[in-house]
């Protein structure tokens, strides 16, 4: 019932105020922004892009060689990071998650952790996935930091090959046999001697993540990560 009351409550705010906080619903007279001056203060920045050996870096130790990786937001259940996530995946909203990548952009330039990079690259949906989804979220995440750090976006260089189940309720060894093979680099994409940022929405066991930058490390090239969320098991 309660959700009901929600979405009801939902629908008249964007009904009558179409521009408004993508956390809260709270009207906005400035159609650049998209989150309140509350919900953006709020937000659970990690800061983790200014520190070698972070949580997110720890995730690949013996693993895969990445030379750095970050999260700009932590994520937990309910939270507003939650509502975000869902908004850029389930609720055909683009923009927001361009915005979000403009924040990330800011983030990752705000040291030289992330400043000798030559593409980014985000990880690549599965062609009836897109097709559906109208757009792959990460896509949109890699043009806005490819805005903030000037350096092309490049979402042709890794294609995935098949569509999988979904990670969510997987260990970690299934999550891995999952995704094992998933990614292939696409015919005639360069990547040798290129460092490339590989980026996605949430990272929690980095087992996609991982997937995709061997495909990438196989090839020759060098790869730091960033996601919008970090979630932790």
Known sequence: MMTLVREASEGLTHLFFPHACRSCGFPLGNRKTFLCFTCKASLPCTGFEAYPGNPVEKIFY???????ASAYLFFNAGSATQQL?????????????????RLMGK????NNRFTQLDAIVPLPLFRNRERQRGYNQAGKLAEGIAEMLQIPAKADLVKRI?????????NRTERWQ???GLFKISPHAIVRHQHLLLVDDVITTGATLEAC??????????VSVATLAFAMK
């Open 213 to 222: 930058a061997t495909a990438l490390l196989d090839e020759g090239a060098t």
């Open 178 to 180: 999952n995704v094992e």
């Open 162 to 170: 098949r569509a999988t189940e979904t990670q969510t309720h997987k």
């Open 107 to 110: 983030a990752l330039a705000s």
């Open 62 to 68: 013996g693993r895969i060689p990445v030379a750095a």
């Open 85 to 101: 996530i869902h908004q850029i995946k389930y609720k055909d909203d683009p923009e927001l998650a361009k915005n979000l990548g």
